[in-house]
């Protein structure tokens, strides 16, 4: 069950279990939210089937789901988003799994699932430890919760032509790419990542800065740099390439929330061995290490965020170890084979009502 509020980035690990193959018959469900005809075409994930909402009003459509959902023996609901779990009709007679990113409000995911399943056949999913031991504090079991990272597209990226994507960027030869990692929403940092490109280019002109991005954040930091900085600084490139494609093109990454938010665009970075500059909050901490493999920077500290670049940058020796390390965890932790088999491996438990065992611990992570 898919939600309007599902990333496009978790639909990306859907699609890999639906290529997997090997998970048995799958089907995606949207619950309401839509117009038209019934089964549509998103994001390369296949038909996917519509719940009608008569009038708008959500209950009305759960006897819709239901009878989806009946006569299929064993069943398991994979839910994606906050918004899809409140879909979830009651009483919960199949085994239903929660893929839960960054929960702001722990409580009422905790307080969602014991209304729904006191039975016990249900499972959460996070992408993060950070966001496991939050739920953990709230009161979910360390046997009903796992960390499940998100794959990487390895085979993309070596694919991806770095001459050739500088070109159509514009990117000169002896110029300096700055990528800021998506995903850009308020809070995770591309305003201060335009700030301390600003002031790298006073130390090491010719810098250029890539978004990769629509929308609100993108625009703030389009006036920034277009009030502050050379005019041709900025690369607003949209969703024109892929992320592979920016990352062969980038000398540096930046990633700079100022507090806990998705890590995609940081795996992807490390994958393809660039260097990256993120802000010290945990979940960055928990992937690169404390400056094992990327280099970390104050909160929400545009100086700090600058000086970091610049060492990235110009410490040739100590960037190659630390983009060494990352990628040797991105070739251990991150493809697609392995997150395949432990969503297989929640499955097999939700179907057999056995509890999460400590062999799920995810590995090779830089501490």
């Known amino acids: 069950m898919i939600g309007r509020d599902t990333p496009a980035y978790r639909l990306e690990a859907l699609r890999g279990l639906r290529a997997g193959g090997e998970l048995g018959e799958q089907r995606v469900v949207q619950y309401g939210g839509w117009a038209g005809a019934s089964a549509s075409r998103v994001h390369g994930l296949g038909a996917v089937e519509q719940v ?15 009878a989806l959902l009946g006569g299929r023996v064993p069943t398991i609901v994979h839910v994606w988003s906050g918004i899809a ?6 009483p919960v007679d199949f085994r239903l799994l929660i893929d839960i990113e960054l929960p702001r409000d722990c409580r009422r995911v905790v307080d969602s699932l014991r209304r729904l399943s006191s039975s016990g056949r249900a499972r959460l999913v996070c992408t993060t430890e950070q966001a496991r031991r939050r739920l ?35 990117i000169e030869a002896g110029e300096t790419a700055v990528l800021v990692l998506p995903p850009l929403r ?15 280019e006073h130390a090491r002109p010719g810098v250029r800065l890539v978004v990769p991005d ?11 740099v277009e009030s502050c900085g050379p005019r ?8 024109r390439f892929s992320l592979p494609e920016l990352l062969a093109a980038a000398d540096l990454a930046t990633y700079l929330p100022v507090r806990d938010a998705p890590l995609w665009g940081v795996l992807h970075a490390m994958a393809a061995g660039r260097p990256i500059v993120a802000s010290d909050v945990g979940v960055n901490r928990e ?13 929400d500290n545009p100086q700090d965020t600058c000086r970091a670049m610049l060492r990235a940058l110009e410490d040739r020796e100590q960037s190659a170890r630390r983009v060494r390390a990352g990628r040797a965890q991105a070739n251990a932790a991150f493809g697609r084979p ?30």
Not at 52 to 66: D, Q, T
Not at 85 to 90: E, H, I, K
């Open 287 to 299: 992937l690169l290490g404390r400056e094992r493999a990327g280099w970390l920077c104050g909160v």
């Open 338 to 367: 392995r997150m395949l088999e432990q969503y297989r491996r929640v499955y097999q438990s939700l179907l057999a009502d056995r509890p999460l065992d400590s062999s799920f611990d995810q590995v090779a992570l830089v501490h």
């Open 136 to 170: 953990g504090a709230a009161g979910v079991r360390p046997d009903t919760c796992v960390v499940i990272r998100d794959s990487v597209d390895f085979a993309a990226i070596e694919a991806a032509d770095r001459d050739a994507v500088r070109r159509r960027l514009g």
């Open 85 to 90: 779990l409140s879909w979830v009709p009651r």
């Open 214 to 224: 629509v929308g609100r954040e993108a625009a703030r930091v389009a006036r920034l």
């Open 232 to 239: 041709r600084m900025l690369r607003l490139v949209e969703w």
């Open 186 to 200: 308020r809070g995770t940092g591309a305003l201060l990542a335009a700030w301390g490109a600003l002031l790298l």
């Open 52 to 66: 009608r909402v008569p009038l708008g009003v959500r209950w009305l459509g759960r006897p819709s789901l239901r």
